[in-house]
């Protein structure tokens, strides 16, 4: 261990920095310029933590720079999952606009094939409920043109009960 990390630890051990929930050489260095000489007991810390009123202006500052590096990574986050929300929803319209025009092969990469699958996963479903009691009676006119052709993409007949990947639970076929 290098003599930094003695000394930031003889100042704040790793039990109170992992009690405040920081690092103990960022605890260490505060503490140092603040002119605090004496370790840093976990208890103490503790309470400062759950009432910083009482805690010194170091710690306080300590605790709001954490604050606000915890505030930043979370919008950083939301605003990841919105753009990849965003981005999901354009790519969902441009195969959902491939698959009503028929262009099959321009649906390609693991996110577009996904959506595409999801589509026909569920006009699948819509294929089982629009069946009859008899196999090969369907109504298809409660199918829509997306369904129709994410079943198409998918190399499913809807009139060829055979090519059909989702089956009810009293099909002869499974």
């Not at 929300?85 to 969902?92: A, N, T």
């Not at 009503?100 to 569920?122: C, H, Q, S, T, V």
Request: overall charge neutral.
């Amino acid at each position: 261990m290098t003599p930094q990390k003695k000394a930031d630890r003889a100042l704040c051990p790793v039990v109170t920095a992992m009690t405040v929930q920081l690092r103990v050489h960022e605890v260490a260095r505060a503490m140092r310029a603040a002119g605090v000489t004496e370790m840093l007991q976990p208890t103490t810390a503790k309470k400062w933590k759950t009432n910083p009123a009482d805690a010194p202006d170091w710690f306080v500052a300590l605790l709001a720079e954490r604050a606000a590096r915890t505030a930043s990574r979370i919008a950083r986050e939301k605003q990841r999952d919105f753009e990849e929300e965003h981005r999901m929803l354009i790519l969902s319209e441009k195969v959902e606009a491939h698959l009503l025009a028929g262009n099959y092969r321009r649906i390609k990469g693991y996110d577009a094939e996904l959506i595409a699958a999801d589509m026909a996963f569920r006009a699948s479903r819509e294929l089982v409920r629009a069946h009859g009691d008899v196999c090969g009676d369907v109504d298809v006119t409660l199918l829509g043109p997306l369904d129709l052709a994410a079943l198409a993409w998918a190399g499913v007949d809807p009139l060829n009960h055979a090519t059909w990947e989702v089956h009810r639970g009293d099909c002869p076929i499974i």
